[in-house]
């Protein structure tokens, strides 16, 4: 994860053009469009941090953005609370029930985590659709007011744009703070090999709880916004079918990279938008991508575009010999696992 | 400096190591010798906090640590290396020494974020720590490899350098020679006493006996879990038992 | 009284059934380490398979049987072979989302093919016998027995052939067992074989009972991954005992909570162990 020398500037340029777009265009399609990727990129690098760069595979995230989402929208309508400290108490409440998710299930190694998070965001859309007195079930929670923040009123599809553009900004730059760090070089120690992180003096529990929280907090944080653009929320938000698209978002994009998450939730979403037809049959192209995806692709677009950008100018003297290769393609291999123990 | 009592290990009904009193003195190099499946590894397992002994206890510098896992163990200053050289796959051997010395820092989640004066200071700490233990194991030149690129030796000593970028008062090394030549033997055997001129305590498993003779201080024998011998090279190249159980053959000739 | 028997009788069909799909998602773990997400949607091809055999190609019910199982054993086959055994050496997590794949791809093809309603298969077996005074309808009776058969048979196989015994202990031991002159693959392959045979027939036997339809494998797969989870990952008997317990507790207790949060039981469930023993019930010492 070597930060690639002239992408700044790339990222810089994005960024001027995404604040242009509503000025460029106001067809609501395209703003829609974008909306929904910023807002499924926050929830999906969330998912990043944690699988990732921490190597725990979580597939309930989809749950948690459900718990941001309603937290949000049950605030708002049935406790008239204002949108930013609804918006402030999703996230905060969000990040609290990961707290405790993390804290039982982060002790569990591999596969087990993986399992347990399955059956925890089963529990979590259960619950939202089965607690109708709270959630109003599978009627939807309707009638969620228009997000106000002192006197400006988010009504109009460009001012939500500008809403949510700011919090995915905010988000993907705290990502960026976090990954280029030494709190992330922890992240991907623990991935690698938690055994010798522990050996290192790194409390790899903690780490993890760490990275869990804040995967969580952003996953809650997308889904509050989603429910303040919508304005109404159905169960299935928090299905875990959403998560295993999440899941394909984060892999076509690139796990473990930093924009991966970006560039594949906007590829995916656009390219679902074009088989709009397909609707219930998408995954038939769906699902053999994601397995042509982890075996040609580990780490997805974002993951070839770095490797290619390393392998063009040989800069390196290349030593790799028979007896080295054998170590590279273990080192490919691990690049992945999440703290795999093999002592 | 570091001390066990009747340290015990069982795998189901495996007594892997077996009520072993023993004592790392300050200073010096102490070797743990014998045959493959003796416990030895096991044995520094159980010192380095990464597995619970099954009885018996632990103490380091007067204090009992019995039941620390390892990090904790790490903080306090035992570091090691593994048998099967680990490094951080994936990443340059700068990244990886950056982590060795994470745990004499401090800065959390939002120091991170806003990059505070602290995280920044912490940050040069860790990679002045790098480039000094890459310079004290000769391998300045590896900084910006990517560890799958550099030979097996190569990775030998940035593992080293990587239990040394925390700051330890004990180094435990597992067969830090293994699957390397002659000639990097002897200069591994250079960097072994250079670390303890430099004031470090180490404990060392190795099969290669020649080089254990002229490095150690002091020897422990481990046989089937039990310690059947511990003295200077010169007492157990003489010890009958040890000389039955291990030495013999081969191994014997080779230690005089 | 006699509710509650029926409850038992209802609980040892669930249970049978769980216990089938359990025991190939352990078998394939114990062998690939490797938890199959795809499972349960193997099981509902097989269900799939033999409604259509049975209503559009005018099979009877036992040769629909066995050319589901023969069927679903190709498919798994070929699962292994094109997807799971490059995957091997990868990473866990890889295989793991490569399963999630096969298990979204399975899915969307049966709404395709044959649409996402409920389709109800006549069972040929629908007289009621009375069994020391208690009613069972005999396709619940065939239910219970089949998979005895079926699990007896399994334990022949995998005791008294060389191959079985092989995955036998490959399955238990994943560490230890380095048996010589088999080859891995051809574990493997059986191995993802007997575990898609084993659930085309829990599917086959079950489908006059339950209603087919495309997600019907999902909750029977988390199901049987809590099961697995509880039993022991890899673990035989686990797998076995652990259905039987999951069906006969959602029987039983399906007659005193709400319906509605049933389902959520065995989840529930599942987190309150794992909280208190975080390897599983009867897992052995980690390391
Ligand atoms: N994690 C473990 N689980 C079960 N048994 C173990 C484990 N680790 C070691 N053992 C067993 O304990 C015994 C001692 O093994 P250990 O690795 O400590 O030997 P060693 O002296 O380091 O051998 P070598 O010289 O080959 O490295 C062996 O019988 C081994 O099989
Ligand atoms: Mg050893």
Redesign the interface.
């Known amino acids: 994860m070597?930060f690639v020398p002239g992408s700044k500037w790339v990222v810089a340029a994005l960024f001027f053009v995404a604040l242009a777009i509503p000025l460029l265009t106001d067809n609501s399609y395209y703003l829609n469009m974008l909306i929904m990727v910023f807002i499924w990129s926050i929830a999906v690098s969330g998912m990043n941090i944690i699988?990732g760069y921490a190597?725990q595979?979580s597939l309930a995230h989809a749950g948690f953005f459900g718990i941001g989402a309603y937290t949000l929208g049950l605030l708002m309508v049935k406790a008239q609370m204002s949108f930013l400290v609804s918006l402030a108490v999703s996230v905060v409440l969000t990040g609290m029930v990961g707290a405790v998710v993390g804290m039982?299930?982060l002790?569990?190694?591999?596969?087990?985590f993986?399992?347990?998070s399955?059956?925890?965001g089963?529990?979590l859309s259960?619950?939202i659709e089965?607690w109708e007195s709270l959630t109003e079930g599978v009627r939807g929670l309707l009638g969620i007011p228009v997000p106000k923040i002192g006197s400006v009123e988010f009504s109009t599809l460009t001012s939500q744009y500008y809403l949510i553009l700011f919090f995915f900004v905010l988000a993907m730059f705290?990502n960026r703070?976090?990954i280029h760090?030494?709190?992330?070089?922890?992240f991907?120690?623990i991935r690698?090999?938690e055994?010798?992180?522990?050996?290192?003096?790194?409390?790899?529990m903690k780490s993890k709880m760490?990275a869990f929280v804040?995967s969580t907090v952003l996953a809650g944080l997308a889904g509050a916004l989603y429910a303040g653009y919508l304005r109404f929320l159905g169960p299935e938000i928090a299905s875990?079918e959403h998560a295993?698209e999440m899941?394909l978002y984060l892999?076509v994009g690139g796990i473990g990279t930093l924009w991966g998450p970006v560039v594949g939730t906007a590829l995916v979403m656009t390219l679902m938008q074009w088989l709009q037809s397909w609707q219930?049959?998408?995954?038939?192209i769906?699902?053999?991508?994601?397995?042509l995806i982890?075996?040609f692709l580990?780490h997805g677009i974002m993951g070839a575009f770095a490797q290619l950008k390393k392998n063009q100018p040989s800069v390196?003297p290349?030593?790799?010999d028979d007896?080295?290769r054998g170590?590279?393609r273990?080192?490919?291999?691990?690049?992945?696992?999440?703290g795999?123990?093999?002592? | 400096m570091l001390r066990t009592e009747k340290l015990s290990k069982y795998f189901g009904g495996n007594q892997a190591v077996n009520s072993v009193d023993f004592q790392i003195n300050q200073g010096e190099i102490t070797a743990i010798i014998g045959p493959n499946g003796a416990g030895k590894t096991t044995f520094f397992n159980l010192i380095s906090g990464l597995h619970p002994p099954t009885s018996g206890k632990i103490f380091f510098e007067g204090e009992e640590v019995t039941n620390k896992r390892s990090y904790e163990m790490a903080k306090m200053g035992i570091a090691r290396t593994f048998q099967t050289t680990k490094l951080f796959a994936g990443a340059t051997v700068m990244e990886n020494l950056m982590i060795g010395h994470r745990l004499r820092t401090k800065s959390g989640f939002w120091g991170a974020v806003i990059r505070s004066q602290r995280y920044r200071n912490e940050e040069r700490a860790c990679r002045e720590k790098a480039l000094q233990v890459l310079e004290f194991v000769g391998a300045s030149a590896l900084a910006n490899r990517s560890v799958a690129s550099i030979s097996q030796e190569e990775q030998k000593r940035v593992a080293i350098a990587l239990a040394l970028s925390t700051d330890p008062k004990i180094v435990l090394l597992d067969e830090p020679a293994g699957g390397i030549n002659a000639d990097e033997t002897s200069n591994l055997a250079e960097l072994i006493t250079k670390m303890k001129n430099a004031g470090l305590t180490i404990c060392i498993i190795e099969h290669k006996m020649q080089m254990i003779m002229k490095l150690a201080d002091r020897i422990m024998v481990l046989n089937q879990g039990i310690k059947i011998a511990e003295g200077t090279p010169d007492e157990i190249s003489r010890n009958e038992t040890v000389i039955e159980a291990y030495l013999g053959g081969g191994a014997h000739a080779q230690a005089h | 009284m006699d509710l509650f028997f029926q409850q038992i009788v209802n609980g040892l069909v669930l249970g049978s059934i769980y216990s089938l799909v359990a025991l190939g998602i352990t078998l394939i773990y114990g062998i690939m380490h490797l938890p199959n997400f795809a499972h349960g949607h193997l099981y509902m091809l097989g269900a799939y398979v033999t409604f259509f055999l049975i209503t559009d190609y005018g099979l009877s019910y036992w040769p629909a049987i066995l050319f589901a199982v023969a069927i679903l054993v190709v498919i798994g086959m070929l699962l292994e072979r094109l997807v799971f055994r490059p995957l091997h050496h990868a990473p866990h997590i890889n295989s793991m989302i490569a399963s999630i794949g096969v298990m979204l791809f399975i899915e969307a093809i049966a709404r395709k093919m044959w649409g996402s309603d409920y389709r109800r298969l006549d069972s040929p077996y629908d007289g009621i016998i009375d069994l020391f005074g208690l009613n069972i309808t005999e396709q619940r009776l065939l239910v219970i027995v089949s998979a005895v058969v079926l699990m007896i048979g399994l334990h022949l196989f995998l005791k008294r052939t060389v191959i079985g015994s092989t995955i036998e202990a490959m399955a238990q031991n994943r560490e230890g067992a380095f048996l010589v002159g088999i080859n891995a693959n051809k574990v493997s392959l059986m191995t993802f074989a007997i575990a898609s045979g084993l659930a085309a027939a829990a599917a086959s036997l079950a489908a006059p009972i339950n209603l087919v339809y495309p997600s019907m494998g999902a909750m029977v797969n988390l199901k049987a991954f809590v099961i697995i989870v509880l039993g022991g990952m890899g673990s035989i008997p686990g797998a076995v005992i652990g259905g039987y317990i999951l069906g006969l507790a959602e029987s039983i207790s399906g007659t005193y909570i709400n319906s509605e949060y049933k389902d959520l039981a065995a989840f529930v469930l599942l987190i309150l162990i794992l909280t208190v023993r975080p390897t599983g019930l009867f897992a052995k010492e980690a390391r």
């Open positions: 070597r699988a190597g595979l039982i299930s002790r569990l190694k591999g596969h087990y993986a399992i347990f399955l059956c925890m089963v529990i259960l619950v089965k705290v703070q976090i760090s030494l709190v992330g070089r922890t991907i120690s690698n090999s055994e010798l992180a522990e050996s290192l003096g790194i409390h790899a760490l804040y875990i295993f899941l892999l219930d049959y998408r995954m038939i769906f699902g053999p991508i994601l397995v982890v075996m580990p390196l290349d030593t790799t007896k080295n170590i590279e273990g080192v490919n291999d691990r690049r992945l696992a999440g795999e123990s093999d002592a």
